[in-house]
């Protein structure tokens, strides 16, 4: 239970700081992008755990890619141009790929 609720406070804060920032579609798509990421390290903890007593490991790794998440977004509140920069580099990277 208390993975869960440090997740969500994560998540909320995502959200909250990218609508502060005036951008309330980015901690949307961070927050999406963090919910494909658990999906993947939800099926590779399932595979490997078929092999290999796995622990706890996932859950950890979880919550430090949502606390990750959310000092990203704190420092994007403090840091606005380095924001902008990985924006670039998205943005490139999204127009080579179609």
């Known amino acids: 239970m208390t993975t869960i609720a440090v997740i969500s406070a994560c998540i909320a804060l995502v959200i909250v700081l ?3 920032r005036g951008k309330p579609g ?16 939800a099926i590779a903890d399932f595979i490997v755990g078929r092999f290999v007593d796995t622990g706890d490991v ?14 990203d977004a704190i420092y994007g509140l403090m840091a606005p141009e380095r924001q902008r920069q990985r924006d670039r580099k998205l943005r490139r990277l999204m127009k080579r790929r179609a």
């Open 18 to 20: 990218g609508t502060v």
């Open 26 to 41: 980015r901690g949307i798509a961070d927050t999406a992008l963090l919910v494909i990421v658990f999906g993947l390290l």
């Open 58 to 71: 996932a859950v950890w790794v979880a919550i430090a890619l949502a606390a990750g998440l959310a000092l």
